[in-house]
């Protein structure tokens, strides 16, 4: 099965609308990264997470590696946070490799 | 400016030909990887090298073959192409130990 997997696959928000975006882990991640994928193609750093929370701006995201999982909470969408999602768990014995997950496409309405 | 440089943006390619993907990375990171979004596939690790070492190879196939000349780069060649190896190919480079990788804008790849 997938060692990544986020929820949902897709959402649609209504700017200004707040949402939460999850992952969980079948693997010992250690660390993990959020990225945003604009239309472009582009992978946009979001975090980078050790177990514990971080906030940027209307962005807040939770690692907690006992339970596997971890959150991107946005805050107050809006229309230029659309893309693709991605969370990437990294392993203390993996060579520093990222495991990424499916993807949550986001789609911000006006 | 950008700082981690892939080359070419796209790339068409016909079957059975070999092509090579460039990453070069200014950045001063020591640790370099692959990785490949297909249509089909969430972005998967490829492979990596730390000091121009190879450390991990997670691709089944020996037709993808790394390549680093210099500290700060890592080309890809991929030899008798086929079209299920049409992707989006990411170079992305980390400083070392646990820290976060950062991605190039890619090389995107059909093969026809």
């Known amino acids: 099965g997938d060692k990544v997997k986020q929820s949902p696959s897709a959402l649609s928000l209504q700017e200004g609308t707040n949402s939460a975006l999850r992952c969980n882990f079948s693997i010992a991640a250690t660390t993990v990264q959020w990225f945003l994928q604009n239309p472009r193609g582009s992978l946009i750093n979001l975090f980078y997470?050790?177990?514990g929370t971080k906030e940027n701006g209307r962005l807040k995201s939770a690692f907690d590696s006992k339970e596997s999982y971890s959150t991107l909470h946005i805050r107050d969408a809006q229309l230029e946070d659309s893309g693709t999602y991605f969370c990437a768990a990294g392993e203390d014995n993996a060579g520093a490799k990222l495991t990424f997950g499916g993807g949550t496409r986001l789609t911000v309405r006006p | 400016d950008p700082k981690i440089i892939q080359k070419p943006k796209y790339l068409v390619a016909v079957t059975g030909s070999e092509k090579i993907l460039i990453c070069e990375q200014y950045l001063g990171h020591n640790a370099m990887y692959w990785y490949r979004q297909s249509a089909k596939k969430p972005l998967e690790f490829m492979f990596s090298y730390s000091y121009q070492k190879l450390m991990d190879n997670q691709t089944a196939s020996s037709r993808f073959q790394p390549q680093s000349s210099k500290k700060n780069h890592l080309d890809l060649q991929i030899t008798a192409l086929k079209p299920d190896d049409s992707a989006t190919y990411f170079c992305?480079?980390?400083?070392?130990?646990?820290?976060?990788?950062?991605f190039g804008p890619g090389t995107r790849l059909l093969v026809l």
């Open positions: 997470l050790v177990p």
């Open positions: 992305a480079s980390r400083v070392g130990g646990q820290d976060t990788q950062y």
